[in-house]
C-alpha cells in the first residue's frame, strides 16, 4: 500500500506512525547499510556514541507524538499537573550538564559570565527578558509563537514577521551588542542549524530558546540523552518495522504507474545484490533529502517546485574521539562536562559519550562537532 523512500528519523517515524495506525502493508527502503540518518550511532568496548543528533528537549504536553514514543520506550513516569511529561530521572543528562572554554580555562555554563562588564550582563539579562516575552506570547487562538512540533506554532503575522529578518538584524534593532551575548545567540544558531547570525532568521534563532520554556517563570526544558544519543530513538523505531524495511537500497525513480491496480511504482537498486527491482504502490511518503527529489520523482524531475531549488543543507564534520583515558582536568577549572563548548571556535567543542553511564575514568569517547558555515555549503 505504502512506500518509504528513505531510512532516516524522518522514515523511521513515518513508519511507525503507520504501525500505530494500523497500516502494516508498507516497505520502507533506505541507501545506507544503517538506519537513522543523521541520527545514527556507533558503538566502541566502552559504549555507545552519536555521529549525529545527540539529545531532545523533554517535552511539553502538546507534543503528543513525542510523548507516545517515549512512553512506548519506557522513558516516562507520568505527568505533572500542567500535563507535562514527567521524565526518568536515568534519561535526563546528569549534572555537570555544561562548561565553556576560554583562555586556557573553563567555566561552568555555556554564557561566559568571567570577564563580563556590567553592560554585557545588562544585555544578557535583556535578552533573557526578551525571550521570555516571546515564549509567553499567545495568538487570539492560545497558540504559542514558537512551539514544538513546529505545525503547532502561531501564524500570526507578528510571529511570521520574524522569519523576514535576520537574527544578526534582529539584534542590531534592540542594541544587543555584546561581544558575549552575540556568541552565545550566535553558538546556539551553530549549534542547531550550522549557520551565522547573518544566515539565521529571527524566528529561527527565537524558535531556539522559546520553544523549550513552557511557563514564562519556566527555565528551559530539560534535556533527554544517552550515551549514543538519537540512536536509541532510531533503534527503538527500526525494531518496531525491522520486518519491512530493506537496508542499502537506493530509490531511483518515483512514477505514476502506467497499469492498473496501484497508482505508483517505485523503482530501486539493491547495492549489496547489484540488482534492481520494482514496486507498486497506492502512496509514496518520500522522507529521503530534498536535494534528491527533483532526480527521484519523475512529475518534479518534469518541473520541479521551485522550493527545492531555494533549499540548502549545511555541512558538519562529526569525528568520534577514543581516549584511554580523560584528558587532566587544570586546576581552576570547571571539570569535564555532558558538552564541553569552546568559545571563540568555529567549532563547537565535543559531547562526552559516557557521561551518562556515570563513568567518570577510565577511557572515553569525545564526540566532537564542526558545522561548517562558509557561505557555500558543498565549498565547505
Same mark, same amino acid.
Given at each position: ?19 500505530r495506525? %494500523?497500516? &502494516? ?13 543523521? !541520527?545514527?550511532?556507533? *558503538? ?6 552519536p555521529?549525529? &543528533? ?41 549534572d ?10 573553563w ?33 487570539a487562538?492560545? *497558540? ?37 551575548? *552575540? ?17 539565521t ?10 520553544s523549550?520554556v ?20 532510531? %533503534? ?9 524495511t ?17 497508482a ?15 514496486? *507498486? ?15 527521484v ?5 518534469a ?10 543543507? %549545511? ?7 577514543h581516549l ?50 562558509? %557561505?557555500?555549503?558543498? !565549498?565547505?
Amino acid at each position: 500500500s505504502v512506500v518509504i523512500a528513505g531510512g532516516g528519523c524522518a522514515g523511521l517515524a513515518a513508519a511507525w506512525r503507520l504501525r500505530r495506525c %494500523g497500516i &502494516a502493508d508498507f516497505s520502507l527502503l533506505e541507501l545506507e547499510r544503517d538506519p537513522g540518518g543523521t !541520527a545514527r550511532s556507533g *558503538r566502541s568496548s566502552v559504549c555507545g556514541y552519536p555521529w549525529g &543528533a545527540h539529545y531532545i528537549p523533554a517535552p511539553l504536553a502538546e507534543d503528543r507524538a513525542l510523548i507516545a514514543l517515549l512512553d512506548e520506550m519506557d522513558v516516562l513516569e507520568g505527568a505533572d499537573a500542567r500535563g507535562n511529561p514527567i521524565v526518568g530521572e536515568q534519561y535526563l543528562c546528569r549534572d555537570p550538564e555544561e562548561r565553556v572554554y576560554h583562555q586556557g580555562r573553563w567555566y561552568e555554563g555555556l554564557y561566559l559570565r568571567a570577564g563580563a562588564s556590567a553592560e554585557d550582563d545588562r544585555q544578557f539579562e535583556a535578552f533573557r527578558q526578551e525571550t521570555r516575552r516571546w515564549a509567553a506570547w499567545r495568538d487570539a487562538s492560545g *497558540r504559542r509563537a514558537f512551539s514544538i512540533p513546529i505545525a503547532k506554532s502561531s501564524r500570526n503575522g507578528e510571529v511570521t514577521a520574524l522569519d523576514q529578518v535576520t537574527m544578526a538584524a534582529w539584534m542590531d534593532a534592540r542594541g544587543f551588542t555584546s561581544p558575549r551575548l *552575540r556568541w552565545y545567540v550566535e553558538y546556539a544558531c551553530r549549534d542547531d542549524y550550522g549557520t551565522l547570525l547573518e544566515d539565521t532568521s529571527a524566528w529561527a534563532g527565537l524558535f531556539y530558546f522559546c520553544s523549550r520554556v513552557g511557563e514564562v517563570s519556566d527555565e528551559a526544558q530539560p534535556l533527554i540523552t544517552w550515551p549514543e544519543g538519537n540512536g536509541r530513538l532510531v %533503534g527503538h523505531l527500526y525494531e518496531s518495522v525491522r520486518d519491512q524495511t530493506r537496508l542499502g537500497v537506493a530509490v531511483t525513480d518515483i512514477r505514476r504507474s502506467t497499469r492498473p491496480g496501484r497508482a505508483l511504482e517505485v523503482v530501486a537498486y539493491d547495492v549489496a545484490r547489484d540488482v534492481a527491482f520494482g514496486l *507498486r504502490c497506492d502512496h509514496v511518503i518520500f522522507a529521503a533529502p530534498r536535494f534528491l527529489a527533483p532526480r527521484v520523482i519523475a512529475d518534479y524531475r518534469a518541473d520541479p517546485p521551485s522550493h527545492l531549488a531555494a533549499f540548502e543543507y %549545511g555541512s558538519w564534520a562529526v569525528a568520534n574521539l577514543h581516549l584511554t583515558d580523560r584528558p587532566v582536568q587544570r586546576p581552576n577549572s570547571f571539570p569535564l562536562c555532558w558538552d564541553n563548548v569552546l568559545y571563540d571556535s568555529p567549532s563547537l567543542g565535543y559531547v562526552v559519550a559516557t557521561h551518562q553511564t556515570e563513568l567518570d575514568r577510565g577511557p572515553t569517547v569525545f564526540s566532537y562537532y564542526y558545522p561548517l558555515c562558509d %557561505g557555500d555549503p558543498s !565549498a565547505a
